[in-house]
């Protein structure tokens, strides 16, 4: 979800950034790539980690960090592409899922103002802290999209493709995951899914696409050719 349907990431480098800058510091696009797809308590503790000689907690920084987060999400907005994909998907019966490691609550603030997007998922919410992923289950573990994918009624199983059944891993290659975080990119992979991955231009610095194993890696959702994937092509311009 975040940085992939919705235009959130710059609020987290805003807020960390004026919550590092009082100590004269700042978070770096290397210490924020290893947030990307994290839980929040997990991105906290990675960013702490780099600075371990200022005055501050995890728990301390994770409190201030969501407060000023919190005022923000209601100012965010879908990225190009997600409407037009997400409501094509829906209009053609496409079974669809968001899968985030932002918790239940966090993703309600997120979302509250971009209903008549999220509702095109018909609850198919998975979040990081679903009684149905075990802790410390997030990505770049799989689970988070195995639990989408059985939400849309599909025989999946559990664990990563290694463990799968022949039938499960045919039904994981029908899935399609779209990423903009490494750990995403990872999980999908291990789930046995194809993964487009949508990176930021920032996060291409550090890892090349032609060293990320992807199924494809394109610059926004506005390049995705559905019938490219087997799935219905876009109506021509004007014939709707």
Not at 77 to 86: I, Q, S, Y
Not at 122 to 149: H, Q, S, T, Y
Not at 212 to 229: C, G, I, R
Request: negative net charge; hydrophobic residues 40%.
């Amino acid at each position: 979800m975040d940085g992939l349907l919705i235009d959130s990431e710059n609020v987290y480098t805003v807020v960390t950034n004026s919550i590092l800058g009082r100590y004269g510091r700042k978070m770096t696009w290397d210490m924020k790539a290893g947030c990307m797809g994290k839980t929040e308590l997990q991105a906290s503790e990675h960013i702490m980690s780099f600075f371990p000689d200022i005055d501050l907690t995890v728990d301390q920084y994770t409190r201030e960090r969501r407060a000023l987060q919190d005022a923000s999400w209601p100012t965010v907005d879908p990225l190009p592409g997600v409407e037009k994909l997400v409501g094509h998907l829906r209009a053609h019966g496409i079974p669809i899922a968001v899968a985030t490691g932002s918790t239940r609550a966090s993703f309600l603030l997120k979302t509250a103002h971009l209903g008549s997007l999220f509702d095109l998922f018909d609850g198919n919410i998975v979040c990081g802290d679903d009684e149905r992923i075990a802790p410390g289950r997030g990505k770049p573990n799989p689970d988070v999209f195995l639990v989408a994918a059985r939400s849309l009624g599909r025989k999946v199983g559990e664990g990563d493709v290694g463990q799968a059944g022949p039938e499960e891993k045919l039904e994981r290659s029908k899935g399609l995951v779209f990423e903009d975080a490494i750990p995403g990119v990872i999980a999908g992979t291990s789930a046995g899914m194809n993964v487009v991955w949508i990176p930021d231009p920032e996060l291409t610095v550090l890892y090349p696409p032609s060293e990320v194993a992807t199924s494809a890696t394109l610059n926004t959702l506005e390049d995705f050719v559905p019938e490219e994937w087997g799935l219905p092509p876009y109506s021509p311009p004007g014939s709707d």
